[in-house]
Nanobody, 125 residues
Framework: QVQLVESGGGLVQAGGSLRLSCAAS????????MGWLRQAPGKEREFVAA????????YYADSVKGRFTISRSNAKNTVYLQMNSLKPEDTAVYYC??????????????????WGQGTQVTVSS
C-alpha cells in the first residue's frame, strides 16, 4: 500500500529555515502529483504547494510564495518543502499528500488520495 512519511519538522525562530521531506513508497512515485498542505490549531486545512509529476510545474499559496520551494526527486521517491523566512503564522502540522489526478494543480484536500501522518512546524516570535 501507499505510504508517505514526513520528516524535518521542528521548532525554529522567526526568520529561520526548515526543510521538510516526504518519502513515498508503494507505487510508482513519478506518476503522481504531490502536494504539501498544513493545518494550524483551530483552523481549517490549507493548501501550501504542489508539484507536477515531472517536477516541471509548481504552484504556491500566496501566503508562502517567494519563501517556500517545493521540489521532488523521482529517483529517491521523495518530495521536499524548503521553507525560508519563516513566520509565526506558518506554525502548523504539515502534511504531504499524493494525488491520482493529473496536474491541475490540485489545491483542495479532497483532490489528494493519500496522506502522510504529518510533521509539526513551530515558529517562535
Amino acid at each position: 500500500q501507499v505510504q508517505l512519511v514526513e520528516s524535518g519538522g521542528g521548532l525554529v525562530q522567526a526568520g529561520g529555515s526548515l526543510r521538510l521531506s516526504c518519502a513515498a513508497s508503494g507505487r510508482t512515485f513519478s506518476r503522481y502529483t504531490m502536494g504539501w498542505l498544513r493545518q494550524a490549531p483551530g483552523k481549517e486545512r490549507e493548501f501550501v504547494a504542489a508539484i507536477s509529476r515531472s517536477g516541471g510545474s509548481t504552484y504556491y499559496a500566496d501566503s508562502v510564495k517567494g519563501r517556500f520551494t517545493i521540489s521532488r526527486s523521482n529517483a529517491k521517491n521523495t518530495v521536499y518543502l524548503q521553507m525560508n523566512s519563516l513566520k509565526p503564522e506558518d506554525t502548523a502540522v504539515y502534511y504531504c499528500a499524493q494525488s491520482e489526478r493529473g496536474w491541475g494543480p490540485r489545491l483542495q484536500g479532497y483532490e489528494y488520495d493519500y496522506w502522510g501522518q504529518g510533521t509539526q512546524v513551530t515558529v517562535s516570535s
